[in-house]
Every structure is written in structure tokens, then in C-alpha cells.
């Protein structure tokens, strides 16, 4: 039996939501770095958060082939 694991067991909408949330995300700190005067903090999360929406994107274009 094959079993699929972690991101690819979820279902497509699941993880088209998933990446709404984080392109959101992405969105709220971006505007939020023109607050800050220390920015290098928040530019590390929002590494991260591309980091985490490219894996997304490759994983929905992965479940639909």
C-alpha cells in the first residue's frame, strides 16, 4: 500500500487555501516593513513565508499531474 505523506496528503483546496493565507501573509508584512526601522527581522520571516508559498505552489502543481 502507498500512502502519501505530509503537504501531498491534503487535498487540492486545502492547499489552495493554504496558500491564499500565506500569500496574505506575505502582503501584511510587506506593508508592515515601511513601519519598521529595523526591518532585517521581518524580512527573515518574510523569506520564510516565500520560501513556504513557492513549496505550496510546487505541491498544487505537483497533485495535478
Known amino acids: 500500500m502507498n500512502k502519501k505523506r505530509g503537504i501531498l496528503n491534503m487535498n487540492n483546496e486545502s492547499l489552495l487555501k493554504l ?8 502582503k501584511c508584512l510587506e506593508t508592515g516593513l515601511n513601519w519598521l526601522e529595523e526591518k532585517d527581522y521581518a524580512k527573515g520571516k518574510l523569506d520564510i513565508v516565500n520560501v513556504i508559498i513557492r513549496d505550496l505552489e510546487a505541491a498544487i502543481g505537483a497533485e495535478r499531474i
Request: charged letters at 50%; zero cysteines.
Open 19 to 26: 496558500l491564499a493565507e500565506y500569500k496574505e501573509t506575505k
